[in-house]
Structures are given as structure tokens and as C-alpha cells.
């Protein structure tokens, strides 16, 4: 096939196939390539068109996992680097860091149980960031979110490089998992199906709002509870099924992937790309929250706002600031204490 590469006004080089419109190179790098997530995901992101450069991090087995990926016939060159030391080839020149480094949970813990661990992690990659790649789009997968996306801002306004339209917790899962779900009680097609999901990644934090979903079914009271309950247990709904062999990873993947390809998208110029994602906020009083967001060339261009709520949903607002305005807390003090 024929190509040609022209530069563009940015500097970035643009990649032309015959006829077809110009999509400019962007590199992409996954941390914590190699694990249940990472895996899925690197396949994922390998098969996106909009990606021209594909890193996969890992502290042990990307070798194995870029090895393979690398033969797949798409569009991406795909290198795998191991170890501290190769962090900051892998971040380097990146538009897109995809976070999904650290422990998953297991039967009987909670997100924050996982704190400990994965807060260390996500500090010292956001250092890394922070120095190889600052003006990167971090999607910020790695439990628990609604701490760690705290630590990232913490740690990036140490640094100097904090913008807080580039940091995003990746929520997306809770909207997939919303829209299977309604689609399923209201008998629509799951396609079609629209459904926000606000607050944040953790128990009652995630909030659907299923008085906006649509195709609208006029589902009964009882029937949206129990939607909404399904929708904040997903999670642990597959910890339990996978019983002590870790958590969502598939699914995640998924998510992920559409997440990333919505940031691709809105850093390309497409119009009114908007995901729900968990992000800086005025929205409510906290200081950060999940709302839908429309990505454009530079991160967030819009957070937008939570649009009419049912009683039932303004009761749901209400309960789940206390316990997200703790973690968020919790997140600042870690990133400033260590
Ligand atoms: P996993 O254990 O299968 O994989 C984690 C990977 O991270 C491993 O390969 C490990 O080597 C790597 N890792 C550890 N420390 C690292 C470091 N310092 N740098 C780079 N890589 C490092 O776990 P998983 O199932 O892939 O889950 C990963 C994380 O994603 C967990 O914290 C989990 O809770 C979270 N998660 C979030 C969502 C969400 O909706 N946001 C959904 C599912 C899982
Ligand atoms: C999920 O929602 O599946 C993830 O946050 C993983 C977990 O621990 O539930």
C-alpha cells in the first residue's frame, strides 16, 4: 500500500494510506502491560487505527507480551520495555499513558484495601510522567481510583507539569456494565443504549443515573434500584465469581480501550467526543468527581454537568460525598506525605 508522511503544523508527522484523510502519529503507552488487564488491553490498542506507536511497560514479562503483540498486521509499531530503567524510553514522546499497574482485589476486600500497594505504584509512575511525558493524557485505571487519581494530581503539581484537563480516572467500565444492565431489564438493544454514570469508581461513590438512560422504559422503582445496586457491585460481582484469581480484566480492557480511543479522538479534532470520566471538578463541592466530560485537542475541554436528577439519584448524590470526599483525602495526604 501506498504511503507518504507530511508534518503537520505541530510538529507531529501525519501518516497518509492512499486516499484516505490524514491521522497523525500518536504514541501510546500501557504500565502494567503484562497483567490481566495490560494483556487485553495492548491487544486492544494494538488493533486502534489511531495509534502509530505502541509502548507496553511492565516490571517483568512485556518482552513476551510486545513479542506477540508485534506480529498482529495493524497499523502500530509495538515495543516492549522491562524494568525501571527502560521507563522513560517507554513514556517518552507519549499522547496517551493507560495506567492499569498494581494489585487487584480479592474476595471480601474492598477497593481502598488495595491502597497500600497500588498508591506507591502510581506515584512513582506519575514521576515518571511527570518527567518523560508531561503533557501526556494519563487514564488512570489502578485501584483504588478514586485515591489515586488524587495522587497523580498531587504528584504532577509537585512537579510542576499538573494540567488538570489531562488526568482522567477511567470510569468507562461502570458505564458499560450500566448499559448491559438496563439493556437487559428494559428489553432494548444494548447498542443503543445510553446511561451516565457520576461520583466516582468505588461501592456507593458510583452513581448511574438511570432517569436519563435511553432509550427511555419507564422501568419501575424497584427494578432501578435494583439497577443501580448491580451496577455499584459489578465489581465485586466478578471478584467473587473469579474467587481469589483477581478481578475484572476483560471487561476492564474493553472499557479501557474505548476510553483511550475517545482521548485519541478528541487530541485528533473529532467533535463532541464525550465519555464519563472521574476527573478535576466544580460539578459538585468536591474536588474531584465523575461526570460526563467532552474531549478535545487539549484533554477536557468541558466537564459537563449532572443534568435533572430523580429523588432517589439526589439521595444517592448525597450519600456517596462523604465516603468519596475520605478518599480523595486520603490521596492527597498520601502523595504529599511520602
Ligand atoms: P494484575 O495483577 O493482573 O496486573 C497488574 C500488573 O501490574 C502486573 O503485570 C504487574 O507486574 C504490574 N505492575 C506492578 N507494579 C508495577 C509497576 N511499578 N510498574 C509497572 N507495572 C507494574 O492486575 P489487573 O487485574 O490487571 O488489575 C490492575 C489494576 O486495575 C488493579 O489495581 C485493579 O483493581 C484495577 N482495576 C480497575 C478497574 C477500573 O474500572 N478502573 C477495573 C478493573 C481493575
Ligand atoms: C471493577 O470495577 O471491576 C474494578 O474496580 C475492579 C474491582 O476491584 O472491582
Not at 253 to 274: R, S, T
Amino acid at each position: 500500500m501506498f504511503r507518504s508522511v507530511a508534518r503537520s503544523a505541530a510538529g507531529k508527522s501525519l501518516l497518509r494510506r492512499g486516499y484516505a484523510t490524514a491521522v497523525p502519529e500518536r504514541k501510546v503507552a500501557v504500565l502494567g502491560a503484562a497483567g490481566g488487564i495490560g494483556q487485553p488491553l495492548a491487544l486492544l490498542m494494538k488493533l486502534n487505527p489511531l495509534v502509530s506507536q505502541l509502548a507496553l511497560y511492565d516490571i517483568a514479562n512485556t518482552p513476551g507480551v510486545a513479542a506477540d503483540v508485534s506480529h498482529i498486521n495493524s497499523r502500530s509499531e509495538v515495543a516492549g520495555y522491562v524494568g525501571e530503567e527502560q521507563l522513560g524510553k517507554a513514556l517518552e514522546g507519549c499522547d496517551v499513558v493507560i495506567i492499569p499497574a498494581g494489585v487487584p482485589r480479592k474476595p471480601g476486600m474492598t477497593r481502598d484495601d488495595l491502597f497500600n500497594i497500588n498508591a506507591g505504584i502510581v506515584k512513582g509512575l506519575c514521576s515518571a510522567i511527570a518527567k518523560y511525558c508531561p503533557n501526556a493524557l494519563v487514564n488512570m485505571i489502578s485501584n483504588p481510583v478514586n485515591s489515586t487519581v488524587p495522587i497523580a494530581a498531587e504528584v504532577f503539581k509537585k512537579a510542576g507539569t499538573y494540567d488538570e484537563r489531562k488526568l482522567f480516572g477511567v470510569t468507562t467500565l461502570d458505564v458499560v456494565r450500566a448499559k448491559t444492565f438496563y439493556a437487559g431489564k428494559a428489553k432494548v438493544n444494548v447498542a443503543d443504549v445510553n446511561v451516565p454514570v457520576v461520583g466516582g469508581h468505588a461501592g456507593i461513590t458510583i452513581l448511574p443515573l438511570f432517569s436519563q438512560a435511553t432509550p427511555k422504559a419507564n422501568l419501575p422503582e424497584e427494578d432501578i434500584k435494583a439497577l443501580t445496586k448491580r451496577t455499584q457491585d459489578g465489581g465485586t460481582e466478578v471478584v467473587e465469581a473469579k474467587a481469589g484469581k483477581g478481578s475484572a480484566t476483560l471487561s476492564m480492557a474493553y472499557a479501557g480501550a474505548i476510553f483511550a480511543d475517545a482521548c485519541l479522538k478528541g487530541l485528533n479534532g473529532v467533535p463532541d467526543v464525550v465519555e464519563c470520566s472521574f476527573v478535576q471538578s466544580t460539578v459538585t463541592e468536591l474536588p474531584f468527581f465523575a461526570s460526563k466530560v467532552r474531549l478535545g485537542k487539549n484533554g477536557v475541554e468541558e466537564v459537563l454537568g449532572l443534568g435533572p436528577l430523580s429523588e432517589y439519584e439526589k439521595e444517592g448524590l448525597e450519600s456517596l460525598k462523604p465516603e468519596l470526599k475520605s478518599s480523595i483525602g486520603k490521596g492527597i495526604k498520601f502523595a504529599n506525605q511520602n
